[in-house]
């Protein structure tokens, strides 16, 4: 279960939840519109991954050492490709969140979560959360691995619960600092985001690599 906590931790890793917090802190009433992100993006990602472990739980279904270990193996090589293409300064470009440069981007037009975040409206801003929500591979690899476990269906639901506490944590350090200490919290944050923008990569290739290299050879051992 440490493996999926650990997961969680590297999908934290966001620098683009941080830059929307540092967006949103910049209009007005933002205690509102980061909680109506926060609510929207939290919400739909908690859902996603109920109905997956629930419709497992549902099906009765029994993984085997050899299912086990090709589950490892599978998560473990996503993670090593992932940490793979951020050392090499490239996004994988199936998740909106993880694209280094979009195309609206690249043709000089913002995104349209980018476009959502500019807006005074709460909906808008809970709509841009649930946008931002699309399971990323941290997410996918975690449910793979909890899958795994055979555990209670209150287990699993308790474990999402946690996997999306921290995974949306730069995200909700700024609301509750907006609440806190409401005159240091936009500079802090830009701080953070600033240092975030220094060293995610990093931290990231060494996270990632470090849980796929783990996971890829314990896969292995079970199936040989």
């Known amino acids: ?16 939840l941080l830059t929307a917090a540092v967006v949103l802190l910049g209009r007005p009433r933002p205690a509102r519109k980061l909680g109506a992100y926060l609510i929207g993006g939290m919400g739909f990602s908690i859902i996603f991954g109920l109905l997956i472990v629930l ?40 998740h909106p ?5 979009p195309d609206a981007e690249r043709s000089g037009r913002p995104s349209l979560h980018d476009r959502a975040l500019g ?9 841009a959360g649930a946008l931002y929500s699309v399971p ?3 997410y996918l690899a975690g449910l793979a691995l909890l899958a795994k476990q055979n555990v209670s269906a209150a287990t699993d639901v308790l474990v999402i619960l946690g ?17 806190l200490m409401p005159d ?15 060293h995610r990569r990093i931290v990231i290739v060494i996270l990632a690599g470090a849980i796929g290299t783990y996971l890829l050879i314990s896969g292995i051992s079970d199936l040989s």
Not at 1 to 16: C, K, N, R, T
Request: hydrophobic letters at 50%.
């Open 119 to 127: 807006h005074d409206s709460l909906w808008i801003a809970w709509a």
């Open 184 to 198: 240091r919290t936009r500079s802090l944050t830009e701080k953070l985001n600033h240092w975030m923008t220094a």
């Open 55 to 94: 419709a497992l739980h549902g099906s009765n279904l029994r993984l085997g050492r050899s299912t086990q270990g090709t589950i490892e193996v599978v998560a473990g090589a996503l993670l090593i490709v992932v940490a793979v293409a951020e050392w090499s300064g490239r996004k994988l470009q199936w």
């Open 1 to 16: 279960m440490g493996q999926v906590f650990l997961l969680a931790v590297v999908s934290a890793l966001d620098a683009g």
């Open 97 to 101: 969140r993880r694209t280094h440069k």
């Open 163 to 179: 996997f999306n506490v921290i995974q949306f944590a730069l995200f909700e350090l700024p609301l509750i600092g907006l609440v």
């Open 136 to 138: 990323g591979a941290y």
